[in-house]
């Protein structure tokens, strides 16, 4: 049943602001109240998730020892997943920031002087490289659970 609200919460965070967004009056802050109830709603649906993953009870064990060696080792490996994922997403937002201004910045180059394309571009991977280290280090990580 938990997961069946967890589904219900995280379609409305797609449905509130797309509603706030269209609702809203045509200016410019409609914009930012749709960014703000959007973020606010990931959030909040992030850690309503936590709470349901994280809480569950051990049914397979038989004693109360072995039901807090189980909860240590669930709430460990739950924590493994989450380490991963936010290495993984935050290392592919930063890339996505610095490619963004160093594409830009090489295609600004490019226009003035061909011959400098290889130099642009090492730029340009160098800043995907940091995707590369995200994921492998969230390989590292998810290896050891």
Not at 42 to 52: D, E, G, M, Q
């Given at each position: 049943?938990s997961m069946?609200?967890?589904?219900s919460i995280l379609f409305l965070t797609i449905?509130?602001?797309?509603?706030?967004?269209f609702?809203?009056?045509?200016?410019?802050?409609?914009?930012?109240?749709a960014?703000?109830?959007?973020?606010?709603s990931?959030?909040?649906v992030l850690?309503l998730?936590?709470?349901f993953v994280f809480t569950g009870?051990a049914h397979a064990?038989s004693t109360?020892?072995?039901a807090?060696?189980?909860?240590s080792d669930t709430f460990s490996?739950?924590?493994?997943?989450?380490?991963a994922?936010?290495?993984?997403g935050?290392?592919?937002?930063?890339?996505g920031?610095?490619?963004?201004?160093?594409?830009?910045?090489?295609?600004g180059?490019i226009s003035?002087?061909?011959?400098l394309?290889?130099?642009?571009?090492?730029?340009?991977?160098?800043?995907?490289g940091t995707a590369?280290?995200?994921?492998?280090?969230?390989?590292?990580i998810l290896?050891?659970?």
């Amino acid at each position: 049943m938990s997961m069946e609200i967890i589904c219900s919460i995280l379609f409305l965070t797609i449905v509130i602001p797309m509603g706030v967004f269209f609702m809203g009056e045509r200016k410019a802050k409609r914009f930012k109240n749709a960014l703000a109830v959007n973020i606010i709603s990931f959030f909040s649906v992030l850690v309503l998730a936590t709470v349901f993953v994280f809480t569950g009870n051990a049914h397979a064990a038989s004693t109360a020892a072995a039901a807090a060696v189980t909860a240590s080792d669930t709430f460990s490996t739950g924590m493994a997943y989450l380490g991963a994922g936010l290495v993984t997403g935050l290392c592919t937002l930063g890339t996505g920031i610095a490619t963004g201004q160093a594409a830009s910045a090489a295609l600004g180059t490019i226009s003035e002087n061909e011959g400098l394309m290889g130099k642009s571009l090492i730029f340009v991977a160098l800043a995907e490289g940091t995707a590369v280290y995200g994921l492998l280090i969230s390989f590292v990580i998810l290896g050891r659970v």
